[in-house]
């Protein structure tokens, strides 16, 4: 069924009865040519893109809980291509280009809202770095604009702009960044990949890879064995739990980060800003709460849930940015597992089985990358090449000394 | 999360620095054949367990100690604290 207004406006004098399902609930099938593990929101896109962008007809979805109820229901939902090294910009700008055109795309209404990301600026230095920043994303096809301490306070006039010890300086705006409904795009996905025919598979566990002379042949589930072509794996937080299985070891540490939302407002905050001098990330979401959230609680983690010194500071970054916050209540906290790489840039490559690939080290930037992921993913499973904007993402880029090291911290996966 | 310090007793965590897997304390051999792999391994591969999980903590804001946490990661209880030194000792690797 195609979502159009003239449908809700034809269902409405219906009575809403004829909506149906977004998508189906079938059982499994003894083999499939491309079987993703994952239903989240980058094994959904990758699943609709090799159906919908490369011609791929017999494709499953394998999901041990529900789709959706990982990451890409727990991020913070923004947006952007604010990225500086060669090895990212491309590719990130590539997944921007996608968000824009992706309602249209799949026909459903993920809520892309391109608000805009402003990053604070707090000293001289960093506007040297945060210029040339913007020069990069500018000479990769993205936009930047620099702002004046003046042009923010325009915009943003309830900021703390005369802090004694981190004044405002200006920004670094990206006006094509903004938010996207997170549960909607996993949801889209999921739709646009089952009306092409992919089989998506609820409660349904990978227990293991079936593997003979190095070559993948499917996998063992809860719901027994299925064989597969090619074995694509898009777990997040646990990829090293699920690549273990497969005898590896990555490149990876699970770490908890946590985000919150506080009570409706009337609107107060336009777009998404980042404080420049901690780690400190808000947005107002379309019903009203204001969304944030800040570092990882720095330890390795499965559970989905951090501790309270890491609430304290993630609330003292708002404050010494954001006062008013003060006044409002938090409504809700949680925390998600991050599959943090040791350079903070992800990996989607091939493995060195044959017909097992991998997407995965997403740290926490996930969620924008989504779009880009799942098309960078499906051009790997179809085509056995890299997509162009995704060359940097490989496994053996430690071994070789190509590390993309945004924030140059080095192999230390809690400081990315 | 307290960590039950050996010699210092309870410590909060805020007190203390994450460095992580405890394997770290077997530093490989730069002179030995193949070192080469075996330093790509210990700098960047992990085991990143689902469960218990020891790790290298450092007392930043007390003693300045290395200690060996065993910690579940998925419900986050400390079971066992060393010196990170009694465990090198032990493996002949600290005077």
Redesign the interface.
Known sequence: MRYSGFRVLQQALTGHKGWQPAWRDPAPKPRYDIVIIGGGGHGLATAYYLARQFGQANIAVLEKGWIGGGNVGRNTTIIRSNYMLDGNEPFYEFSLKLWEGLEQDFNYNAMVSQRGILNLIHSDAQRDAFTRRGNAMILNGADAELLTAEQVRREYPFLNFDNARFPIKGGLAQRRGGTVRHDAVAWGYARGADSRGVDIIQNCEVTGFRIENGTCLGVETSRGFIGAGKVGVAVAG?S??MM?KAGM??????HVLQAFVTEGLKPVLPGVITFGAGHFYCSQSDKGGLVFGGDLD??????QRG?L?VVEDVAEGGMALFPGLGRVRLLRMWGGIMDMS?DGSPIIDRTHIDGLYFNGGWCYGGFKATPASGWCFAHLLATDTPHPTATAYRFDR??RGRMIDEKGMG????LH | ?IINHPLLGPC???EF?????ASLIDRPDGMADGADAAF??Y????????GL?R?LWFHEQGDRSWLVVT?D????DITSVELARDVARAKGRSA
């Not at chain 1, 720095?298 to 559970?303: L, M, Q």
């Not at chain 2, 700098?43 to 689902?50: E, G, M």
């Not at chain 2, 990661?73 to 986050?76: I, P, W």
């Open positions: 646990n090293s739990r273990a070891r990555l490149p990876i540490e699970s720095g330890y390795n983690s499965y559970a501790n010194p040791m430690f071994k192999a230390q996966p809690n | 999360m909060d965590a805020q620095t994450y460095l992580g897997d790509h391994d700098l960047y591969l992990r085991d990143n367990p689902a999980h790790e910690r990661t998925v419900t986050h």
